[in-house]
Structure formats: C-alpha cells, structure tokens
T-cell receptor
Framework: DAKTTQPTSMDCAEGRAANLPCNHSTISGNEYVYWYRQIHSQGPQYIIH???NNETNEMASLIITEDRKSSTLILPHATLRDTAVYYCIVRDSGTYKYIFGTGTRLKVLA | KAGVTQTPRYLIKTRGQQVTLSCSPI?????VSWYQQTPGQGLQFLFE???????NKGNFPGRFSGRQFSNSRSEMNVSTLELGDSALYLC????????????????FGNGTRLTVT
C-alpha cells in the first residue's frame, strides 16, 4: 500500500502559486519523499525529492515539516502546462519499492 | 543526454499471444524498473533489475517476466495475453541500485501502450 495520502484534485489560477499537500505519517527516518507529475499519455516526470530539509530546484520547492509527517510541493507561478497528476511517493526502506498512490489532479485555470 | 527510450510506443495484440517490450535506460544508469498503469489500478510495480539481476518483484503472475542485459537495456515479456493486460507499461531507470543511500530518483520513459483484443 502507498505510504502517502493526497487530495484527489485541486484547482489553481494561472500565475498563482500551487501548493500541493501530502501526508506521510508512517515515514521512517531514512526514507526520502519524492514528487513526480504525469501529463496525459506521458511517463511520470521527476520533480524534486528531499529527506528533511526544504529543497528547491528550477521546477519547484519542497517543504517538509519538522516531524516529517507531511510535505508540500510548491509550484511558484503555475502555468497551464502544469496541469497534470502529481504524485507524492515515499520509497519503502525495507523493500526499496516506489509505491504510487492515486495522486492529486491539478488543474491550472486561465 | 537522451532519456529513457521505450519501444514500441503502441502495440495491439490478440488474447493468448505473447509480447516483448524493450527499454533503453539513460546512459550510465544501471537500475531499471517496470510499472503497469491502468485506469482502475493506477501505477503498479512489476519488477526491478540491477546488474542483470532481478532485485525486486511486484505482485504479478508468472506470465510477466523480464530481464536485463549487460548494457543495462531491459526487456519485459508477457505471455498468454489476457484482456486485462491492456495497459501503459512504463520503464524507469536510476543511477543507483536498490537500497543505496544515495536515493537517486527514477526517470521514466513515455511507455508502451499495449492493447489486447
């Protein structure tokens, strides 16, 4: 079973920040949080990952709470091309499997 | 650097046939994993290979098999196809083996869409 829970869907106005939450309350101390997104008919695209510190790259920022039980992916200025399903994943430290949940369907509105 | 390449992009097969899908990982990546994606079940892990050895396996029947070659390229095979095998099959590669402390992310190809009629 997936180790994360995410809202099923979210809307965001173009140009505004999109904040996508993820709960991972059973995360272990050495397990990373990964974010991917999937645009229809394409493979999932890697966005960012982190362990406990906040991370930023050219695509997004990842904020992880101090207790590591939840995180938020931030797309600072959402565009129509950011419309996709966003997956938050914790890789199981025992089996090393990436277990995908159902993700959040983000719709960026013009 | 070229991304993960999967061939063919689309495939139509008949029930009972078998199919082989191919995946070329990103240059330098030695770990390859396969996923099945369907509207009802989402993304499900099939198996993972590193250095030509299967390191991890998901909960799929024995009709699903795979292998990895010395150049890290991988193939997966599905025998005795069923209608329920219609799906998008995704291959992903990563730099590090399973269990590595480096936690390199997966990089996915765009998949092979298999339709079984």
């Amino acid at each position: 079973d997936a180790k994360t829970t995410q809202p099923t869907s979210m809307d965001c106005a173009e140009g505004r920040a999109a904040n996508l939450p993820c709960n991972h309350s059973t995360i272990s101390g050495n397990e990373y949080v990964y974010w991917y997104r999937q645009i229809h008919s394409q493979g999932p695209q890697y966005i960012i990952h982190g362990l406990k510190n906040n991370e930023t790259n050219e695509m997004a920022s990842l904020i992880i709470t101090e207790d590591r039980k939840s995180s938020t992916l931030i797309l600072p200025h959402a565009t129509l091309r950011d419309t996709a399903v966003y997956y938050c994943i914790v890789r199981d430290s025992g089996t090393y499997k990436y277990i995908f949940g159902t993700g959040t369907r983000l719709k960026v509105l013009a | 650097k070229a991304g993960v390449t999967q061939t063919p992009r689309y495939l139509i097969k008949t029930r009972g046939q078998q199919v082989t899908l191919s995946c070329s990982p990103i240059s330098g990546h030695r770990s390859v994993s396969w996923y099945q994606q369907t509207p009802g079940q989402g993304l499900q892990f099939l198996f993972e290979y590193f250095s030509e050895t299967q390191r991890n396996k998901g909960n799929f029947p024995g009709r699903f098999s795979g292998r990895q070659f010395s150049n890290s390229r991988s193939e997966m095979n599905v025998s005795t196809l069923e209608l329920g095998d219609s799906a998008l099959y995704l291959c992903a590669s990563s730099l590090e083996p399973p269990g590595s402390s480096y936690n390199s992310p997966l990089h996915f190809g765009n998949g092979t869409r298999l339709t079984v009629t």
